[in-house]
């Protein structure tokens, strides 16, 4: 089968009524009746596996998975190893139906970009049909956690304990996240989604811009 043709209309109260009755289930309705490919079909039964927690240990690709550290809208972060390289890294798979292209030029954004505030790429490929981004494994926690500490609102990290009666190192984590921001600009490339959870400050109190998948690219500028 090259390609999903699509349902004819007048099957559509049938086939509801096979589904509702378990004649047959969804996968096998959704290929007979050339609602999509197999091929598709296996890309989506990834993608629904991946919108589940795995176990550390387990392996994609070439890289054995520590521990998740975070999901959204797009793909599930987890802290991973390099098998080949033996280095740990930020590997971030995607979990979004219909977000691949999206997911691409987050990687191709992030390979042009050259600068200690935006977080290094360093592999981008698909295991199985399912894309993923190897990136920079960034030691530390979302800014939107630092304040929330700082504020009270949770209990304090040491992080936030340590930045909560210095202003001077606060102003300066801003203005190192902001030369990031602009150095992307100057490679033309708009964040678009820059807020405190998308940068993440470690132990040395430097900032890392992350999450680029909303970025646009543009004309690159000159200094």
Do not use: C, W
């Not at 590997?91 to 219909?98: A, N, Y």
């Not at 050259?114 to 698909?126: E, L, N, S």
């Not at 990136?135 to 700082?150: C, R, T, Y």
């Not at 490339?189 to 970025?215: S, W, Y």
């Amino acid at each position: 089968m090259a390609g999903a043709a699509g349902a004819d209309p007048a099957r559509i109260p049938g086939i509801h009524e096979e589904l509702r009755g378990g004649a047959r289930s969804l996968p096998e309705i959704l290929t007979s009746e050339q609602l999509v490919t197999e091929a598709q079909l296996e890309v989506a039964r990834r993608f629904a596996a991946l919108n589940q927690p795995l176990l550390s240990g387990a392996g994609f690709a070439k890289y054995r998975l520590v521990k998740e550290l975070g999901r959204g809208g797009m793909g599930v972060v987890y802290e991973a190893e390099d098998r080949t390289l033996g280095r740990r890294v930020a590997l971030k798979i995607l979990t979004g139906v219909g977000e691949q292209e999206r997911f691409e030029q987050e990687a191709r954004l992030l390979a042009r970009l050259r600068h200690p505030g935006v977080v290094t790429i360093y592999d981008f490929g698909a295991e199985s049909g399912v894309p993923y981004i190897a990136m920079e494994l960034v030691e530390g926690q979302p800014l939107d956690d630092v304040i929330a500490g700082m504020s009270g609102r949770v209990k304090p990290s040491p992080l936030s304990a340590r930045l909560h009666g210095d202003l001077r190192v606060r102003v300066e984590i801003v203005r190192a996240a902001a030369e990031a921001v602009h150095a992307a600009h100057l490679a033309g490339v708009i964040h678009r989604d820059l807020k405190p959870e998308n940068v993440l400050v470690g132990p040395a109190l430097r900032p890392h811009v992350t999450a680029f998948g909303l970025a646009r690219e543009v004309a690159a500028r000159t200094r």
